[in-house]
């Protein structure tokens, strides 16, 4: 079992940052890749960005360039650095842990106000 919890969320003016993390535990050894979803209201839940256990990083197109994933091996923690937040990124964002089975965090609120 794994679980997984998110801190970081929270309410930013359109332009500002945010940095969400996602501290892991129980069998963290067996996780391969960790990831962090949205979810916007009235919207499907859409996979934001991904990084493997050896580091390696994949986004989506509209956050690429303005978000950062990355991950603490020692600290079983995974981050999400957001800067030039925009109006379309409020959503509940997701942690997402792959193992032999699929984990997800209870979600946090970000909201981006004009």
């Known amino acids: 079992q794994v679980q997984l919890v998110e801190s970081g969320g929270g309410l930013v003016q359109a332009g500002g940052s945010l940095r969400l993390s996602c501290a892991a535990s129980?069998?963290?050894?067996?996780?391969?890749?960790m990831a962090w979803y949205r979810q916007a209201p009235g919207k499907q839940r859409e996979l934001v960005a991904t990084?493997?256990?050896?580091?390696?990083?994949n986004y989506a197109y509209s956050v690429k360039g303005r978000f950062t994933i990355s991950r603490d091996n020692a600290k079983n923690t995974v981050y999400l650095q957001m800067n030039s937040l925009q109006l379309e990124d409020t959503a509940v964002y997701y942690c997402y842990a792959r193992s032999i089975y699929n984990y997800w965090g209870q979600g946090t609120q970000v909201t981006v106000a004009s």
């Open positions: 129980g069998s963290t050894f067996s996780i391969s890749s």
């Open positions: 990084i493997t256990s050896g580091g390696t990083t």
